[in-house]
């Protein structure tokens, strides 16, 4: 089992900045692909953004492209989500996941972190 560690969330006022951070375990980081996922209050688990295994490729969701940046460093096994221009819909516990991809649009994820809370206020 591949553990994996976030920090960097908190309350934050709308417009500001965050920058989480996720770390794992174990000497194979660089076989996963990686993704930052959310989940708000009564809502459903939502992808946020995805880094292929060696960082070459990313993707968003529509909502956060231009403010979010996903980005990887391999070495220490870590990834990170900058968030600028944060909204209040930003609001949610974010989890970091390493997965394996099976294709375009087809990847899975069987390790998840703890979450850590991102609050936005207005």
């Known amino acids: 089992q591949v553990q994996l560690v976030e920090s960097g969330g908190g309350l934050v006022q709308a417009g500001g900045s965050l920058r989480l951070s996720c770390v794992a375990s174990?000497?194979?980081?660089?076989?996963?692909?990686m993704g930052w996922f959310r989940q708000a209050p009564g809502k459903e688990r939502e992808f946020v953004a995805r880094i292929s295994e060696s960082g070459a490729y990313v993707t968003y969701r529509d909502s956060v492209k231009g403010r979010f940046t996903i980005s990887r460093d391999n070495a220490k096994n870590a990834v990170s989500l900058q968030m600028n221009s944060l909204k209040s819909e930003d609001a949610a516990v974010y989890y970091c996941?390493?997965?394996?991809?099976?294709?375009?649009?087809?990847?899975?994820?069987?390790?998840w972190g703890q979450g850590t809370q991102v609050t936005v206020s207005s």
């Open positions: 174990g000497r194979t980081f660089s076989s996963y692909v």
């Open positions: 996941a390493a997965g394996v991809a099976a294709g375009t649009g087809r990847d899975t994820y069987p390790y």
